[in-house]
């Protein structure tokens, strides 16, 4: 399995970035795909997940600023971050059963 995780740069204290996670391989319609993310000196912490009928899990504390939402046709994944605040920077991975992508950075600046 390989993610790709795209759609990540600097972005001002409120403004919106979506990402992007596609999944190539051995990745069924079936699997949860989730996002993490991983401030610097902090430890990876969840963000959300989808599974491939639609059913959603998303951190309490992010849940009235970020959405996941999933294209099974793409294997992609997509989290749409909105109000964008300073401690949302981190490197924020997708996540396929055992398999990590590489994760792409995001940035907020004040």
């Known amino acids: 399995v390989q993610l790709q995780a795209s759609g990540g740069g600097l972005v001002q204290a409120g403004g919106s970035l979506r990402l992007s996670c596609a999944a190539s391989?051995?990745?069924?319609?079936?699997?949860?795909m989730s996002w993490y993310r991983q401030a610097p000196g902090k430890e990876r912490e969840f963000v959300a997940s989808?599974?491939?009928?639609?059913?959603?899990a998303i951190a309490a504390s992010l849940s009235d600023r970020f959405s996941i939402s999933r294209d099974n046709v793409k294997n992609t994944i997509y989290l749409q971050m909105n109000s964008l605040k300073l401690e949302d920077t981190a490197v924020y991975y997708c996540?396929?059963?055992?398999?990590w992508g590489q994760g792409t950075q995001v940035t907020v600046s004040s």
């Open positions: 989808i599974t491939g009928v639609g059913v959603q």
């Open positions: 996540k396929v059963s055992a398999w």
């Open positions: 391989g051995s990745v069924s319609s079936g699997d949860r």
